[in-house]
């Protein structure tokens, strides 16, 4: 029975969780843009699709506001605070709802506990400057990502001598540092980082051994959403990547349950993703 203390609310990982995706940045690749009325992100129009993905089943939102996209313009701590902390607050006052906040940066960090946060959501493990600390003194649960080398440079021929031996001490050493900062072991999602730094081999051979990850005992967060990986196996732009998407969301969720382990899964389709995840449940129950 996994639970995650988020703050004053408890996540309950006894069945897959579902994580929506709050795209605030104007650059985002699958979905950029959206929610944008000449340049300025729209806060109605944002506040409706965390509301229709609550309505969909969504367990939490993760609200991030720094592009990881190859060649995505870098951003100030003050322009990512500006885009994340007045969402935040508003998602938070409005709905009774748990977010993740996808950051790096230990100030966004910092802000974002105080506003509210559920979760830390951080695709370089909390390895920025003071970021460790900043999460350590939030008592969130974080989420540690693998990624290889840094967003610019990682889909350049990526390699590994064992892609699973390479990802998975990665995330022990990390452990390690969070635990020596004072973040209860109890509170660490471990995410091997599809698509951060990796090949479609790479890929599937860590999703092939999503129950290695599993057996740690910690939650594992899953993002292969509309990901290049899917592109790859059905040569499909990202708008057409939503049966590949909840296809693996269900391999993910049968894959972590046989292994008795607990998901997470961080998708931008939250209403196929509870339903194909329901019918998962409900056909595998006698
Ligand atoms: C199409 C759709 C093409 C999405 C690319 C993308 C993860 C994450 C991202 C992940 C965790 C993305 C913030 C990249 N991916 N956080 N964040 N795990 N924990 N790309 O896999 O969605 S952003």
Known sequence: MTQLKCGNQILDLACPAVMGILNITPDSFSDGGQLFSDGQLDQSKTLYAVETMLADGADIIDIGGESTRPG?????????????????????????????????????????????????????????EDALQAAAASGLPVCLMHMQNQPDSMQNNPEYRDVVSEVSSFLAQRKKDCIAAGIPADQIILDPGFGFGKTLAHNLTLFNALNQFAVTGHPVLVGVSRKSMIGQMLDCDVDQRLIGSVTMAVLAAQQISAAKGSLILRVHDVKETVQALSVWQKSSQI
């Open 72 to 128: 995505a313009s870098p951003i100030s701590v003050e322009q990512e605070l500006d885009r994340v902390i007045p969402i935040l607050t508003a998602v938070k006052q409005r709905f009774d709802c748990l977010v993740s906040v996808d950051t790096s940066t230990a100030e966004v960090i910092k802000q974002a506990t105080i506003a509210g946060a559920n979760i830390i959501n951080d695709v370089r493990a909390l390895q920025r």
